[in-house]
């Protein structure tokens, strides 16, 4: 059958009129994201800390999809730079209306294990960096009465916790909370604030650092989905490009999960029942509506 989720959701130029900042985009979803608001017409600022990474990736992309792109390094951690980032865009492009808060930095460990330095790097990428980005954005447009869009890359661990990954579970949660705060308090300057929670995507730089080694053989992650496979990037893509796009004018304050139903398979208390083979259940109900006879 032919999979309708490969194929980009939209074909017009639904992002003519955006000007977007995707941290790091340089690589992974970011990348994938990125290509597809450039096929739709936006312009495309690429940032990280690897600016010849940058560049070349902005020239691939240039010719894939005929737009703008421009590449530009930017440690998010460091709010000087994401001011100088955020003035050069503007010198670029003139203006700025949508920021995707992406770049992230992660990697399994024992709790324990981690020294303070180790937390803090991952808090401070994901949750110093996304409040950098979405705190100098936000004042540019507020004075400058912009009207714009966040969309923050989060995970579905973002509200179950998740062991192992605790530095990033506990900023990807700070990430959540600041979507939904700022979505009340700056909705009246015309900025809206969501998020989105994907399940597994692979890409190199998760998956080297979820699953690095013969993890990845021995932890099948796609027997976790329900749906039994793992995320495409075009419909990751496609989703982003929705809620970025004025279709989506009345969301605000919403964060999307795109999982296949991973996050829930781990929740519901009888989801384990999965395991009873057909034949079973007819023996199972006469077991129970035996108890169910009047004595
Ligand atoms: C323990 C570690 C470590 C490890 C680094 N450290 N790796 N500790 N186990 N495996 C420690 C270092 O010793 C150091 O502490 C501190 O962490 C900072 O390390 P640096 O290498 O100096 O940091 P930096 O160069 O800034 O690199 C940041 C990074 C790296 C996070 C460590 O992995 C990175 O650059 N990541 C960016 C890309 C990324 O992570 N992508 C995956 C996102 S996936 P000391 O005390 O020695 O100074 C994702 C998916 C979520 O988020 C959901 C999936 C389903
Ligand atoms: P990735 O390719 O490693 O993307 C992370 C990006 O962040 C890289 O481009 C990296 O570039 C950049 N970055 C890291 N530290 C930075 C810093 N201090 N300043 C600026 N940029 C920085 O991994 P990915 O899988 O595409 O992840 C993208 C987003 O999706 C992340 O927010 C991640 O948490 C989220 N996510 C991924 C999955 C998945 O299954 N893949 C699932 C749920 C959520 P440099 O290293 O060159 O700076």
């Known amino acids: 059958m032919d999979k309708q989720y490969s194929k980009p959701m939209f074909n017009g130029n639904e992002l003519n009129d955006k000007v977007i900042v995707v941290t790091g985009g340089g690589s992974g979803l970011g990348k994938a994201m990125a290509t597809y608001f450039l096929k739709l017409g936006a312009k495309v600022v690429i940032t990280s800390r690897n600016l010849e990474k940058l560049k070349a990736t902005a020239t691939e992309m ?12 930017c440690d998010v951690r460091k709010y000087d730079e994401v001011e100088a980032m955020l003035d050069e865009t503007i010198k670029t492009f003139g203006t700025v209306n949508g920021l995707l808060n992406n770049a992230a930095g992660n990697f399994i460990s024992p709790t324990e294990r981690l020294s303070a330095n180790a937390f803090d790097t991952v808090i401070d990428i994901v949750l110093k960096g996304s409040k950098n980005c979405t705190l100098a954005f936000g004042k540019y447009w507020i004075k400058n009465k912009i009207q714009a869009t966040v969309l923050n890359i989060v995970t579905t661990y973002a509200f179950t ?11 990807k949660a700070g990430v959540l909370a600041m979507t939904r705060s700022l979505a009340v308090e700056w909705a009246k300057y015309n900025i809206r604030m969501n998020a989105i929670a994907p399940g597994p995507f692979p890409t190199k730089g998760a998956w080297d650092r979820l699953l690095p080694g013969d993890l ?7 027997k976790k989905v329900p749906l039994k496979r793992v995320g495409e990037h075009q419909e990751l893509a496609n989703l982003a490009a929705y809620l970025m796009s004025d279709f989506s004018a009345y ?9 296949g139903g991973e996050w829930l398979q781990g929740a ?19 077991m129970i509506r035996s108890k169910n006879k009047k004595e």
């Open 62 to 73: 240039e010719a894939e999809t005929g737009g703008r792109v421009l590449p530009l390094s």
């Open 161 to 171: 916790g998740s062991a192992y990954v605790v530095p990033s579970a506990t900023a």
């Open 216 to 222: 990845k053989d021995k932890f099948d992650i796609s």
């Open 251 to 259: 969301i605000n304050g919403e964060v999307i999960t795109i999982d």
């Open 268 to 286: 519901g208390e009888f989801n384990m029942l999965e395991e009873i083979p057909s034949q079973l259940w007819d023996m199972l109900e006469v």
